[in-house]
C-alpha cells in the first residue's frame, strides 16, 4: 500500500463521535439563541437600572447647581460605557451571520472585529476614567462650597490621588490586560491570512 | 429542498423539505466534519463541539443557500470557519499530544492516533488543507474554501504528505 493510501485508510478509520441527535442539536440552536436574548435582557435591565438608582439619589438630595447635574450624567455615561463594553455588547453588534462567508473574507473580518474592538475598548476605558472623575469632581462642588478651605482641599487632594491611581495603574494594568488577549489574537489571525495569501 | 448530486433544490413547502434537507446532510456529512475538526483540534470532545457548531449554522443558514458551491463545498467552508474561529480561544489551544508527535516514537498509541497527532502539529491552514485532502475533497475545491490558488493547493499537499512520510518512517523503526 502506498503511503496515500494508507494516510487515506488511516484517516477514515478514526471513529467519529455518534452525532448528537438532531432533536438535540436543533435545542442546542434555539437554547443559544435564548441564552443570547437573556443576556441582552440582562445587560438592558442592569443600564435601566443603574441609571434609575443614580437619578434616584440626586433626587433625594435636591442638588441646586447645574454642576452637580452634570457630574451626574458624566458619571452615569461612564458607567454605561463600562457596562456596554464589558459585557460585549460591542462585539455583538458587528458579528452576524459570518460563518457562510468565504474563509478568507471571514478572517478578514474576525480581524477587523477584534481590531475595532481593541481601539474601542482602549477609548472607552479612558473615556471611563475621565467622564467618572471630573463626574464626581463637578458633583462634589456643590457639597463642599461651604466646607473650610482646608478641608476642601483635603477632600481634593484625596480624590485627586485616588484619580491619578487609578490613571496610571489600575487603567494602565486594565489596558496591558487587554493589549495581550487580543494582541495574541490578532497576531493568529493576521499569520493565518498572511499564510492562505502566500 | 432536496438534494441531487450535492445540487440542493428548493420546493414549496419550506420547512417540512427543509428538516428532510438537513436530515441528509447531517446524515451523510456528521463524520466528514468530525473527522475535519479533529484533524484541527486533535481533542475529541472539542471537535464535537465544533462539528456541532457547523451544523447548527449549517440548519440556520440552509433557506439561504445558493448553490454558488456544491452543499458538500458550502459545508466544509462553514466547518473550515468554524474551525478558525477556534484561534480566539487560542490560550485554550494545548497541543500536548503534538509535543508527544515531536519527540519521535510514541508507545501505546495505534497509527490512526498517530497520524491525527503528526496533523496537529501542522499550521491552522495545513491542517484544513491536509484534512479536507484525506476527506477527498477536490483540491480545486479545497483552493474555493480557502480562497488559494490551485497550484498553491497541490504545492502544500504534496509538502504536507512529504512530512507525514517522513514522520511515520520514523514512527515504524
Known amino acids: ?198 | 429542498m432536496t438534494i441531487q448530486n450535492g445540487i440542493l433544490t428548493k420546493s414549496p413547502n419550506s420547512s417540512i423539505s427543509q428538516q428532510r434537507a438537513f436530515d441528509e446532510l447531517y446524515a451523510g456529512y456528521w463524520d466528514k466534519v468530525f473527522r475535519l475538526c479533529m484533524g484541527y483540534v486533535n481533542d475529541d470532545d472539542w471537535a464535537k463541539d465544533i462539528a456541532q457548531d457547523t451544523f447548527i449554522t449549517v440548519w440556520q443558514q440552509l433557506p439561504n443557500f445558493r448553490n454558488e458551491a456544491s452543499v458538500g463545498t458550502w459545508i466544509f467552508r462553514i466547518a473550515c470557519n468554524n474551525c478558525l474561529r477556534q484561534l480566539e480561544r487560542s490560550s485554550k489551544f494545548v497541543r500536548k499530544e503534538v509535543d508527544k508527535a515531536d519527540e519521535g516514537p510514541v508507545v501505546n498509541e495505534d497509527e490512526v492516533n498517530f497520524l491525527y497527532q503528526c496533523i496537529a502539529t501542522l499550521n491552522e491552514t495545513d491542517r484544513l488543507i491536509i484534512s479536507m485532502e484525506l476527506e477527498e475533497v477536490k483540491q480545486a475545491e479545497i483552493a474555493a474554501i480557502l480562497g488559494m490558488s490551485e497550484s498553491n493547493v497541490r504545492v502544500r499537499v504534496h509538502r504536507i504528505k512529504e512530512k507525514l512520510t517522513e514522520k511515520f518512517k520514523a514512527y515504524e523503526r
Open chain 1, 1 to 198: 500500500m502506498n503511503a496515500d493510501d494508507k494516510f487515506q485508510q488511516l484517516w477514515r478509520s478514526k471513529k467519529a463521535a455518534p452525532a448528537p441527535d438532531i432533536k438535540a442539536l436543533l435545542e442546542k440552536a434555539a437554547s443559544v439563541k435564548r441564552a443570547v436574548k437573556r443576556k441582552l435582557i440582562l445587560t438592558y435591565a442592569l443600564l435601566t437600572a443603574t441609571i434609575v438608582w443614580a437619578c434616584w439619589i440626586v433626587a433625594r438630595s435636591h442638588p441646586k447647581m447645574v454642576t452637580t447635574w452634570i457630574g451626574v450624567a458624566l458619571a452615569i455615561l461612564a458607567i454605561l460605557l463600562y457596562i456596554a463594553s464589558s459585557v460585549g455588547l460591542i462585539k455583538q453588534l458587528y458579528s452576524k451571520g459570518q460563518e457562510v462567508a468565504p474563509v478568507q473574507q471571514y478572517l478578514q473580518n474576525m480581524l477587523q472585529i477584534r481590531e475595532k474592538q481593541r481601539r474601542l475598548q482602549r477609548g472607552i476605558l479612558n473615556a471611563y476614567f475621565i467622564l467618572l472623575f471630573s463626574g464626581l469632581a463637578l458633583y462634589m462642588i456643590e457639597y463642599t462650597r461651604y466646607l473650610p478651605a482646608g478641608t476642601t482641599l483635603v477632600i481634593y487632594g484625596a480624590v485627586a490621588v485616588w484619580g491619578l491611581i487609578n490613571w496610571f495603574y489600575f487603567r494602565k494594568k486594565a489596558i496591558a490586560k487587554q493589549e495581550a488577549a487580543f494582541g495574541a489574537v490578532i497576531g493568529k489571525l493576521e499569520s493565518v491570512i498572511a499564510d492562505t495569501e502566500g
